[in-house]
């Protein structure tokens, strides 16, 4: 049986002795995140169980931030100054393109062990010793670029908001309810969290990214009106594929007793065509002047010189210091660095002209930065 909303707080509550979960917006999303998991779910008691304790471990952790802002909300009153947001089908070279811009010290990002664990917020020469701070490197992964100070996706502050799609955990209409919902609370919440890690760990200049913003970018364009937007791009035909094999091992390691079904192919294939159609209407009504376009291909080919393209883009220097360790993080990363990913789109019954026609008025927009 599926545990209520409401049993879920109390189960927080009396795990921290908490009860503030701050700023409203949070409980549409995790009302249906449960009766989600009573729908897709409620015949696998191992995944209910994970995915129950996930939620607690949420909500304690909004609590843990309330209370850190009630005694020291005056902390946080640094504003963000024009965060730099990359935007993107998944596998598209977001990661390695956050990280090639996280060689520059002038950016804020978030690193994982904050991320999933912000309460209290880092101090600048303390981090190292940070009890939080992983002190074994992450072992090599096929599917991500991984380092133990390395940038995060910002993903889990939206599940903090209980407003995030949850494609990694055996909940598929979650996700079909979730973009087709509006997000007005969302980045306030985002910056709530992103004020609090920098109160002490500056500087204010986020770099950010995650690919659902592809669903998001007329809420984070009017929250945030200095932001600029680089959107990366490649053929969604090897795109998906790897996002396939990427999000089943992540669901496999978040709920091991889940295994892919006829319908997971599809419904990806679905979420992310839907979220570029989303984001190319979105790119409309923004304005051009807020995006640039850079392939996957660009990223790999001429990592400093797509640095180049970004920093002229968005009116930042990118000083000889940094676009040096650019070069060489780029030279460490190259293709072959890290072991093979190997994927197919038949594995989750998909064809690749199934792909191209689902994403055709995309290809013909973006044909010039799609390659394979």
Same mark, same amino acid.
């Given at each position: 049986?599926?545990?209520?909303?409401?049993?879920?707080?109390?189960?927080?509550?009396?795990?921290?002795?908490?009860?503030?979960?701050?700023?409203?917006?949070?409980?549409?999303?995790?009302?249906?995140?449960?009766?989600?998991?009573?729908?897709?779910?409620?015949?696998?008691?191992?995944?209910?169980?994970?995915?129950?304790?996930?939620?607690?471990?949420?909500?304690?952790?909004?609590?843990?931030?309330?209370?850190?802002?009630?005694?020291?909300?005056?902390?946080?009153?640094?504003?963000?100054?024009?965060?730099?947001?990359?935007?993107?089908?998944?596998?598209?070279?977001?990661?390695?393109?956050?990280?090639?811009?996280?060689?520059?010290?002038?950016?804020?990002?978030?690193?994982?062990?904050?991320?999933?664990?912000?309460?209290?917020?880092?101090?600048?020469?303390?981090?190292?010793?940070?009890?939080?701070?992983?002190?074994?490197?992450?072992?090599?992964?096929?599917?991500?670029?991984?380092?133990?100070?390395?940038?995060?996706?910002?993903?889990?502050?939206?599940?903090?908001?209980?407003?995030?799609?949850?494609?990694?955990?055996?909940?598929?209409?979650?996700?079909?309810?979730?973009?087709?919902?509006?997000?007005?609370?969302?980045?306030?919440?985002?910056?709530?969290?992103? *004020?609090?890690?920098?109160? &002490? @760990?500056? +500087?204010?200049?986020? !770099?950010?990214? #995650?690919?659902?913003? %592809?669903?998001?970018?007329?809420?984070?364009?009017?929250?945030?009106?200095?932001? *600029?937007?680089?959107?990366? &791009? @490649?053929? +969604?035909?090897?795109? !998906?594929?790897? #996002?396939?094999?990427? %999000?089943?091992?992540?669901?496999?390691?978040?709920?091991?007793?889940?295994?892919?079904?006829?319908?997971?192919?599809?419904?990806?294939?679905?979420?992310?065509?839907?979220?570029?159609?989303?984001?190319?209407?979105?790119?409309?009504?923004?304005?051009?002047?807020?995006?640039?376009?850079?392939?996957?291909?660009?990223?790999?080919?001429?990592?400093?010189?797509?640095?180049?393209?970004?920093?002229?883009?968005?009116?930042?220097?990118?000083?000889?210091?940094?676009?040096?360790?650019?070069?060489?993080?780029?030279?460490?990363?190259?293709?072959?660095?890290?072991?093979?990913?190997?994927?197919?789109?038949?594995?989750?019954?998909?064809?690749?002209?199934?792909?191209?026609?689902?994403?055709?008025?995309?290809?013909?927009?973006?044909?010039?930065?799609?390659?394979?």
């Amino acid at each position: 049986m599926v545990s209520s909303a409401e049993s879920l707080v109390a189960r927080a509550h009396e795990s921290c002795g908490l009860t503030d979960l701050g700023p409203g917006g949070w409980r549409g999303g995790l009302d249906n995140l449960v009766s989600a998991t009573e729908r897709d779910a409620s015949d696998d008691p191992e995944a209910v169980e994970r995915i129950e304790a996930l939620l607690v471990q949420r909500l304690v952790t909004r609590m843990r931030i309330e209370e850190w802002y009630s005694e020291h909300a005056r902390e946080a009153a640094d504003p963000i100054d024009g965060p730099l947001m990359i935007v993107g089908l998944p596998r598209t070279a977001t990661t390695a393109l956050h990280f090639l811009l996280a060689n520059d010290p002038g950016f804020r990002y978030l690193r994982p062990w904050e991320v999933n664990n912000p309460v209290p917020p880092p101090v600048l020469g303390r981090e190292h010793d940070d009890p939080r701070r992983p002190r074994v490197p992450p072992a090599a992964n096929p599917r991500h670029i991984v380092a133990v100070d390395g940038p995060a996706e910002d993903w889990p502050i939206h599940a903090l908001a209980f407003d995030h799609a949850e494609l990694t955990l055996p909940v598929p209409s979650h996700a079909t309810w979730w973009r087709g919902t509006a997000h007005p609370d969302l980045f306030p919440y985002q910056e709530r969290v992103l *004020r609090l890690l920098h109160a &002490h @760990r500056p +500087p204010h200049r986020w !770099l950010l990214k #995650t690919p659902a913003y %592809v669903f998001l970018l007329p809420e984070a364009a009017a929250h945030y009106p200095d932001a *600029r937007f680089v959107f990366t &791009h @490649r053929d +969604p035909v090897a795109a !998906l594929a790897s #996002t396939c094999s990427t %999000v089943a091992a992540a669901r496999r390691q978040r709920t091991p007793s889940w295994s892919p079904d006829a319908a997971f192919g599809p419904s990806l294939l679905e979420h992310w065509s839907v979220g570029v159609q989303q984001a190319m209407a979105a790119r409309e009504a923004i304005g051009p002047e807020r995006f640039l376009d850079v392939g996957q291909h660009e990223i790999e080919s001429d990592p400093v010189g797509t640095a180049e393209r970004i920093y002229e883009f968005t009116g930042l220097t990118l000083d000889d210091e940094v676009r040096l360790s650019m070069r060489r993080w780029a030279e460490a990363n190259s293709q072959g660095a890290r072991p093979a990913h190997r994927y197919s789109l038949e594995e989750y019954g998909l064809t690749a002209a199934g792909v191209t026609d689902a994403f055709a008025p995309y290809l013909e927009r973006f044909a010039s930065h799609c390659f394979r």
